[in-house]
Nanobody
């Protein structure tokens, strides 16, 4: 069974940076997209950033609230996706989850989550 393991969360002051990593325990064939989601207390899980293939083109998409501050990247050879978070704000405080998705059949793999806390 494939496991996704996140790391890099922690406590940081507003304006600071963190880099999250998510590595799969083994290679997953036909992964089309890798992404990061977050869930703050009392709120629904929301998409933060995703990196995916459209044909041979790699595309990224970000939530409006993180555009210009967060960068998603991946290393396919290492089965790893990263999220570089800069200029962090208290409202970025949440549990961050990574997600790998296969299109056919549609299969989602989730990490266990890593806490990010931004103090003001």
């Amino acid at each position: 069974q494939v496991q996704l393991v996140e790391s890099g969360g922690g406590l940081v002051q507003a304006g600071g940076s963190l880099r999250l990593s998510c590595v799969a325990s083994k290679t997953i064939s036909s992964i089309n997209s890798m992404g990061w989601y977050r869930q703050a207390p009392g709120k629904q899980r929301e998409l933060v950033a995703v990196i995916f293939n459209v044909g041979i083109t790699t595309t990224t998409k970000y939530a409006d609230s993180v555009k210009g501050r967060f960068t998603i990247s991946r290393d396919n050879g290492k089965n790893t996706v990263y999220l570089q978070m800069n200029s962090l704000k208290p409202e970025d405080t949440a549990v961050y989850y990574c997600n790998f998705q296969k299109p056919l059949p549609l299969t989602n793999y989730w990490g266990q989550g890593t806490q990010v806390t931004v103090s003001s």
